[in-house]
């Protein structure tokens, strides 16, 4: 089973500055999907970044830009210019590319609570 | 708004009853799943089903149970309720193609057992 780990509960930046957020997760399939999902105060679930195992190029959504290193198993979440609307617990997650009956679950980190500072 | 309706948003009840939780999966997805997050809490995997069909299980536990309805619209029934089933419960749905893998979640809906 795919395991998805988060070693920071709780992580600050200011205002402007940047900041990192560590995943690594463990499987044995080649090619799958990751996420980061972001929580805020409202607890919606929001899609931050997407990331396919077989694409080399690390994923970049605007100030959300991921590093994806395949061979570690791991995929940290930079978030540059950070904002205040960017406080939130923020969630990696898993998935299998393989599509089989409709599709697998995502598998959750346990995540990092950011906060941004004035 | 991800397209997927859950409700109720918020549900009071008390120990030992019965509730049943409803969600409507985006229009064309035949994918539904079901998330337990406790208070301060990573999202748990309960169940998925695929067009009608339970396709895999995770930890939930065997006073819960859902299905899904032709119409694609799933309910997830928890009974003999506890204190600890308080918690914030979500549905997702996704196409069945391949496609760019996300979950889309509903607000949730919280439920309170006192």
């Known amino acids: 089973a795919q395991t998805v780990t988060q070693s920071q509960p709780e992580m600050s930046v200011q205002e402007a500055e940047t900041v990192t957020l560590s995943c690594t997760y463990d499987t044995s399939e080649s090619d799958y999907y990751l996420f980061w999902y972001k929580q805020p105060p409202s607890r919606q679930m929001i899609l931050v970044i997407r990331q396919e195992a077989y694409k080399q190029q690390n994923a970049t959504e605007n100030r959300f830009s991921v590093n994806f290193q395949k061979a570690a198993k791991s995929f940290s979440l930079k978030i540059s210019d950070s904002q205040l609307g960017d406080a939130a617990m923020y969630f990696c997650a898993y998935r299998s590319y393989i599509l089989t009956g409709g599709g697998n679950k995502l598998t959750f980190g346990t995540g990092t609570q950011l906060k941004v500072e004035l | 708004d991800s397209g997927v309706t859950q409700t109720p948003k918020h549900l009071i009840t008390a120990t030992g009853q019965r509730v049943t939780l409803r969600c409507s999966p985006r229009?064309?997805?035949?994918?539904v799943y079901w998330y337990q997050q406790s208070l301060d809490q990573g999202l748990q995997f309960l169940i998925h089903?695929?067009?009608?069909?339970?396709?895999a299980k995770g930890n939930i536990l065997e006073r819960f149970s859902a299905q899904q309805f032709p119409d694609l619209h799933s309910e997830l029934n928890l009974s003999s309720l506890e204190l600890g089933d308080s918690a914030l419960y979500f549905c997702?749905?996704?196409?069945?193609?391949?496609?760019?893998?996300?979950?889309?979640f509903g607000e949730g809906s919280r439920l309170t057992v006192l």
């Open positions: 229009s064309g997805d035949l994918s």
């Open positions: 997702a749905s996704s196409v069945t193609q391949k496609n760019t893998g996300e979950l889309f």
């Open positions: 089903y695929y067009n009608g069909e339970e396709r």
